[in-house]
């Protein structure tokens, strides 16, 4: 069983997970800073799509993360939220708790996050970056102007 619940978490991972991984790997590797880090995620995994650099600590909105921002919680608290979700299965869920769970995957946090087993957990991305003390507060404070406790 144990077995299985692994080969289907890595079937249903996305493929740019892994090269994702080998590619911070590679930066890693090659000295690349926390800023750098954080810069390519933000640019290759979503986020750019509705946020700004900012300022002051907090990122800022481009045109569509304007109108997505309408009625959001935004995605910090969607991750928050999906904690509560991931516990109910699928066909359970409410109107509100499928269209947050749909805003999980269309924000871009199933890059560094996954639901299994009734629970939020970490890709191996995620598992790197929080590793490398780069998660979602912190790569927003180092995109957004503010240094983190790096």
């Known amino acids: ?6 080969l289907f978490l890595c079937m249903a991972a996305p493929a740019w997970t892994q090269s994702t991984a080998e590619t911070l790997d590679k930066m890693i590797a090659a000295g690349k800073s926390p800023q750098e880090l954080a810069a390519y995620v933000f640019d290759t995994h979503g986020c750019k799509d ?5 300022k002051d600590g ?4 481009t045109r569509k993360g304007e109108e997505r921002a309408q009625g959001s919680q935004g995605c910090i ?13 699928a066909n359970q869920r409410s109107e509100t708790q499928r269209q947050r769970a749909q805003r999980f995957e269309e924000f871009g ?3 560094c996050h996954k639901v299994a087993d009734g629970k939020v957990g970490l890709t191996a991305v995620g598992a790197k970056l929080a590793h490398l003390h ?4 912190e790569v927003e404070k180092l995109l957004a102007g503010k240094s983190g406790p790096l």
């Not at 969607?78 to 109910?88: F, P, Q, S, Y």
């Open 109 to 111: 946090c199933s890059t």
């Open 134 to 137: 780069l998660g979602c507060v």
């Open 77 to 89: 608290a969607t991750l928050k939220a999906m904690t509560v979700i991931a516990k109910i299965p």
């Open 1 to 6: 069983m144990k077995h299985s619940m692994i």
């Open 58 to 61: 907090k990122l800022g909105f």
């Open 50 to 54: 509705c946020h700004t650099a900012g």
